[in-house]
């Protein structure tokens, strides 16, 4: 029998309030920068980041499709959230989550754009591109002992120098554009097929990367709650001896939920470029939208359905960087919000039991027992 | 050959400084991922202070004044991991990527308002230039030109060794990483020594930040970070095995794959090979993975390294 808890003590009630307390002094340290940046147009400047798209609701149309287009756009980063989650919940942080999503890229505009496959067969490439990347970090982390964060920024780099080998051929390049060719001219049978494309004002760009994204957020919620393998692999997470010590293969748990993680970020990369909607340009830094998951997952709670809106909230903001004023602000202010988010999001911990002791019991004098039971607790959802 | 000794002093000045300061970090209990973003803070303060002072600004003046400006901003923004880790017992690989963000994303944003202040609204661009005073910093001999970052990273070297063996400040510091309830319970005060271990790296972090733009470069653009240097560091401090000493040599060794890239189209049997130059670019990620595959097995790091320390957890 569950005892009642007030209202404000659900761990799931305090995972959102703290995640929502997070996200807005982000927004709202974003108003300071932007009022020390120039402070006659601060309150424009926020207030164009948070309305965002939705300054087209004089018409629907026109509205429905940036929408669409939102849409499309959050779903890598979603993904990349989704695996950074899954990893996180074994008690892995796969940061080299950039690099496999960087060798999606590849696999994906490759097969798509270079060898003309149908968009399926560029999906599977771009998840098994995607695994391998995921592979390397998981074995050398469960049998050479090596720490999978490190490994993964060196394969990060490592992924984006091959990518720009590998991509910037005449094959894939458009060498007068210096961007990779539109998949929709070269090869349309490399287009994810469309989805509810007249609901989103006839956006070109909304596929089927939508709802796959909602299926696999849901896949991962029911591995992770439903099945041995996902009870294994939070048991690993909590405890590695104690798991080894349960007849739980520790290593195996390990390099196969770094496999599963890379074919997620790999897919994120897949349903972005296969839409169409944005090419691959030469970069010199690895994209930025692996790094974005981090905060996407830990925002979201370290839960899958949380990542979700949590992706969303992500991609707003830096979305709405672009619709900024160029003459007194720069669109990299959106991401110095985001990256103040996920710094804020260590304090999660600190705002949970700041909401614990708001609440009237006294019972809880046992401060050092609390936050550790509740954690615990909390990882359980 | 003259050049590839050259380019390798600069790296090995870099990762030494850089790796001494996750040393200190980790062997104090507090894992610095955020070294990176340090790196970027303490170059851009450096890079921003030698565009400020006048171009009359005497030689010493202007090396100490960069040195100094891009270790306290380095201290500062390793306050924001101290205090994080420390007194909020944050996760330390979550705010040290948010550092590394954090720090790419402000640096952009700072300079490019400083740069559109500086010349009223005409240049938008995140990148600095400083030719003159980067000329400052070079002494050139009859073979290789050497610069005074160098001779500043072998000072600090050699006093970080000594103090991390024959202090008791470091004695105790080393203490709170491997065990700071024993630590604690003979009167030393943890969260003091991590500040301590975190504040140190920042301080060393910052310095091997401006070394990284300003010792082989005059120009740097701030949109691009440091290119994963404060990573590489780190690669070099577990390659060292958290001790000064090794970790001095291991750091020597990465420079010179790392400078490979900067100069093997000067080496003629590396040029004729027929490799795409962005393969060297690799080289020193490629390497640092196989050399931590093969080190990381028998691994001394510091027992206690990632956990928040709580005092009521004894």
Redesign the interface.
Known sequence: MREKVSFFKRPAVQTILASVLCAVIGILLGYV?LLI?NAEHAGEGIAAILINFFKFNNNSKVLMKYFGSFLVKSVPTILCGEAILFAYKAGL?N?GCAGQYTVGIIASIYCSVGLGWNWFLCVIAAMVAGGIWGL?PGI?KAY????E???G??????AL??C??VLGTELCMDTTKSETHDIAKVNPAGILPPFMKDFFGGNDYITIAVPITVIIAILILVVLNKTTFGYELKATGHNKDAAKYAGMNAKRNIVLTLVISGAIAGLAAALLYLTGIEHYKIS??VPGTG?DG?AVA?LGGLHPIGTIFAGMLVKYITLGGSYLN?NYY?P??A??V???I??L???V??FKTFINKRGKSKVKVN??AEPSQKTAEEKEV | MALLIQYTLISSAVLILVALGGMFSERSGIIN?GLEGIMVFGAMAGAMTMVILPSGTSRFVLIIATLCAAAIAGMLSSL?IAV??IN????Q???G???N??A???A??IV??FNTARSNGSD?SAKLDYFTQFQAFQIHTKYIDFNWFEVVALILLVVATVFFYKTKLALRLRACGEHPQAADSVGINVYAMRYTGVLISGFLGGLGGIIYIAAANSTWHF???V??AG?LA??VM?FGQWKPERIAWSAVLFAVFRSLSNVYIGIDFLHSLPI?G??Y??FP??V??VV???T??N?RAPKAEGIPY?K??R
């Open positions: 920068i940046m942080f940061i390397i050398l050479r002992n090596v720490n964060v490190i490994a920024i060196m394969l990060n780099w490592i120098y091959v720009n080998i010199g830094s790094f981090i830990f160029t720069n990299q202010v991401d110095l985001i990256a103040i996920i710094y999001c260590g304090f911990l600190f401060a050092n | 991922l924001l994080a880790c909020f017992k944050a996760d690989t979550l705010i990527t948010a550092l963000m954090l790419t994303a402000a952009t944003v490019k308002g938008f949109d691009q970070g290119a994963g990573f780190l690669a577990i795409p962005t393969v670019n690799m990620y490629i640092s993975l931590l595959a093969f990381s097995q691994s709580d009521g957890m």
